[in-house]
C-alpha cells in the first residue's frame, strides 16, 4: 500500500494523526493528512477548556469541525480528552469536594452524550499518575477528590456511550522498566480484577532524550495486552525522528495482535507542538522524510 493508512489497514490496523483546528484552511495540510491517515485525534477542541468553558454550557464548535473533517474524509475519531489536570477552565479550578466530583461527572456525561456513538474510543482520563520513581498518582485537582476518581469516570463514561472504547491514556509509560508504568499497569490491572470499565491503553510514546526509545517498549505493549486491553500508541512523535525508532515503534504495535492502531501526534514537523525537535513524518515543506518511508516500509511487511 502506498499510505500510511491502507498499509496499516492491511492487518486490521490504523494510522492515524492529531489534527488541529486551525490549520484545516491549509490546503497543503488537509491534503496530506485526508490522503495519509484513517483515524484522527483532535489536538486541542476536544478538551475541557474547549468543550465546557462555562459549567453547564457546552461548547462543540471546534470539535464538530474536526470531526465533520474526518467523518466527509473517510476517518474514525478518537476523542481527547476528558479528565486531564492542566488547561482546566477557572470555573473548574475553583471547585473542590463533592461539586468538583459532580462536575467531573457531569462533564463526562455532557460530552460522551454529544459525541454518542461517534468516537472510535476516548481518553476518559489522561496523564493521571506522577512522573518520578513514587509509583503514585499525580497531586491534581481531581485527585483531591478521592483516589477513586478514575474509575468513578470510566463507570460514567461507559454508561454515557456504550459504543465508544475507553482508554486511559499517559506519556512516560513506554519503557517498562518505569515506576510510572508499572502503576498504570497495576491501576489497569486491578480495574480489570474488579470489573471497572476500561478497554484500552494509549501510550502517548512522546520520545525524546528525556525518554529515550527502549528495546522494553514491545513488553510494556504486550504486557498490556495480556491484562485484557487494546493498546494504542496515541501521540508518537520521535525527537529528531530517526527512522530506525519510527521503524521500531511500528514493528513492536504490529508484534502484538491486540497494538490496534498508531497515531502521530502532527502531521508536518512545523506543525507539532515540539517543532524544534523535527520529530514528524513530514517536513515543513510537505515532504515524506525518511521515517515515512521507514514507517511505510514497516506497516508494508507485515
Ligand atoms: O489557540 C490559542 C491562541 O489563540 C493563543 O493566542 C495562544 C497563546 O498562548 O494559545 C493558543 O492555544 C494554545 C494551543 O496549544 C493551540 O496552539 C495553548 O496555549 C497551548 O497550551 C496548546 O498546547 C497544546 C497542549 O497539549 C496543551 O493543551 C498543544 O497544542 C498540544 O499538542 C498538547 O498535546 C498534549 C496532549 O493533549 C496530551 N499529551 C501531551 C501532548 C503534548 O503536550
Redesign the pocket.
Known sequence: ASTLGAAAQQSGRYFGT?I?G?RLGDSAYTTIASREFDMVTA??EM?IDATEPQRGRFVFTSGDRIHDWAVRNGKRVRG??LL?H??QPAWLQSLSGSALRQAMIDHVNGVMAHYKGKIYAWDVV??AFADGNSGGRRDSNFQRTGNDWIEVAFRTARAADPAAKLCY?D?NIDNWTWAKTQAVYNMVRDFKQRGVPIDCVGL?A?FSSGNPYNGNFRTTISSFAALGVDVQIT?LDVQGASPTTYAAVTNDCLAVPRCTGITV??VRDSD???SSDAPLLFGGDGSKKPAYTAVLNALNAA
Request: aromatic share 18%; hydrophobic share 20%.
Open positions: 492529531a488541529a486551525g489536538e486541542n478538551k481527547h480528552t486531564w492542566p488547561g489522561n496523564e491514556n506519556y502517548q512522546h501521540e501526534w502532527g507539532s507542538w515540539r
